[in-house]
């Protein structure tokens, strides 16, 4: 069954520590999406990568890093730098041209 | 600056009755339409889309309204269900597909509870 995973599903850290959260899909989208979900907020861009080995800034990319080594892989990495990192996070992908995205299940990510 | 405006946080309805939910735009270039549903603690799910080119697109008991000219569209379901409690996001996406200009630019949300 083709889809997009993320993991795990809740993650605690720290404060200053830097927490990675993994994205996997296998349905061969050429893009892949990092949002974070805050209450009132809707759905806010943190990054986007269009193709591998290439990614751009979103709307809240501070304190956030990516990288897009391979096509069914895109993590995140919430940093230290980060000061309000709880959240619920979602990860999506898209085909070239296509009109719409598929979500991953998400990952909500506490700081204690 | 939002480009994409879902003005109402919350609506209720009572099952069996029609819940309409409704998405204003600013941006023009704008050319496709989508709704998402999305319940707690799960990723959002496609609903329905509607091209810029049409006013109306109907799957089962969902219906999205687009009218250009006033920059809006709407989402009907007929009848409810209160397994359609979940939060709907209104999404648009720009015409000129490829770079920034290609992602999907989400509203905020509104949440849907559908009482028995």
């Known amino acids: 069954d083709g889809g997009i995973t993320q993991s795990p599903k809740y993650l605690f850290r720290k404060e200053g520590q830097n927490v990675t959260l993994s994205c996997e899909q296998n349905?061969?989208?050429?893009?892949m999406y990092w949002y974070r979900q805050d209450p009132g907020q809707g759905l806010r861009l943190i990054y986007y990568?269009?193709?591998?080995?290439?990614?751009q800034k979103g709307d809240i990319a501070e304190g956030y890093s990516v990288s897009r080594e391979k096509k069914e892989s895109f993590p995140l990495t919430v940093t230290s730098a980060q000061k309000n990192p709880t959240a619920f996070y979602l990860c999506?992908?898209?085909?070239?041209?296509?009109?719409?995205?598929?979500f991953g299940s998400g990952t909500r990510l506490t700081v204690v | 600056d939002q480009q994409v405006k879902q003005n109402s946080p919350s609506l209720s309805v009572q099952e069996g009755r029609i819940s309409i939910l409704n998405c204003d735009y600013t941006?023009?270039?704008?050319?496709?339409f989508l709704w998402y549903k999305k319940y707690p603690a799960e990723g959002p799910t496609f609903l329905i889309s509607?091209?810029?080119?049409?006013d109306k697109n109907e799957d089962g008991r969902f219906t999205v309204f687009l009218n250009k000219s006033a920059k809006h569209l709407s989402l009907h379901i007929v009848p409810s269900q209160p397994g359609d409690s979940a939060v709907y996001f209104c999404?648009?996406?720009?015409?000129?597909?490829?770079?920034?200009?290609?992602?999907?630019?989400f509203g905020k949300g509104t949440k849907l509870s559908v009482k028995p």
């Open positions: 509607i091209s810029s080119i049409k």
């Open positions: 349905l061969n989208h050429d893009a």
């Open positions: 990568s269009q193709i591998v080995n290439d990614f």
């Open positions: 999404a648009a996406r720009h015409m000129n597909y490829g770079g920034s200009q290609g992602n999907l630019i």
């Open positions: 999506a992908s898209s085909l070239e041209g296509a009109y719409g995205y598929t």
């Open positions: 941006n023009s270039m704008f050319d496709y």
